[in-house]
């Protein structure tokens, strides 16, 4: 069974750090590309950012204007959201998904959530 | 950036209505479009793919058309666990974008 289990959400204060982890299992973790999507509270879903196979193509959304690292770990078969200069608007549900989008996104994690807040 | 125009952004319907949702891109997207549904408090459910090629296990009162840049997700008859929140999403180049979303509410 697919599974994808995130974890290192949290309150944090307005220009923190936080990194958020994807550990999964169920799978060859190598073989598939993968993403993080957000969900602010109330609010629609926005996709943040890309990660191929290797590690070697990364997007990210232009909201983002350079304060999130996506990375991963086959070895550790986990990925990565290294967050950065974190703001109150970037307070949403943080989801981990496998595969590349024209494929559609069958596999979600449950999210954490991040707050950021004084 | 390609911009997904999704309407409308709620609407309210009984159980075994025919409820109809569309999606504009800003520009040619092939058929890359996915369709999602999100009920409160869970993580997004794949609908469709590519426009109108139906996930395994969902129901068939589902279905997703495709016309140029308009993309229609179609329920034939609304049951009660239809009701949620959808989302199109355009898989056709980055940045990947999604649709404001359409919460289908109980009439």
């Known amino acids: 069974e697919v599974q994808l289990v995130e974890s290192g959400g949290g309150l944090v204060q307005p220009g923190g750090s936080l990194r958020l982890s994807c550990a999964a299992s169920?799978?060859?973790?190598?073989?598939?590309?993968l993403n993080w999507v957000r969900q602010a509270p109330g609010k629609g879903l926005e996709w943040l950012s890309y990660?191929?196979?290797?590690?070697?193509?990364?997007y990210y959304a232009d909201s983002l204007k350079g304060r999130f690292t996506i990375s991963r770990d086959n070895a550790k078969n986990s990925l990565y959201l290294q967050m950065n200069s974190l703001r109150a608007e970037d307070t949403a549900v943080y989801y981990c998904?496998?595969?590349?989008?024209?494929?559609?996104?069958?596999?979600w994690g449950q999210g954490t959530l991040v707050t950021v807040s004084s | 950036d390609i911009q997904m125009t999704q309407s409308p952004s709620s609407l309210s319907a009984s159980v075994g209505d025919r409820v109809t949702i569309t999606c504009r891109a800003s520009?040619?997207?092939?058929?890359?479009l996915n369709w999602y549904q999100q009920k409160p408090g869970k993580g997004p459910k794949l609908l469709i793919s590519?426009?109108?090629s139906l996930q395994t296990g969902v129901p068939s009162r589902f279905s997703g058309s495709a016309s140029g840049t308009f993309f229609t997700l179609t329920i034939s008859s609304l049951q009660p666990e239809d009701f949620a929140t959808y989302y199109c999403?355009?898989?056709?180049?980055?940045?990947?974008?999604f649709g404001g979303g359409t919460k289908v509410e109980n009439k």
């Open positions: 169920g799978f060859t973790f190598s073989s598939y590309d």
């Open positions: 998904v496998r595969d590349r989008a024209s494929s559609g996104w069958a596999y």
């Open positions: 999403q355009e898989a056709y180049t980055m940045p990947l974008t």
């Open positions: 520009q040619s997207i092939s058929t890359y």
């Open positions: 990660i191929s196979t290797t590690g070697d193509t990364r």
């Open positions: 590519v426009a109108s």
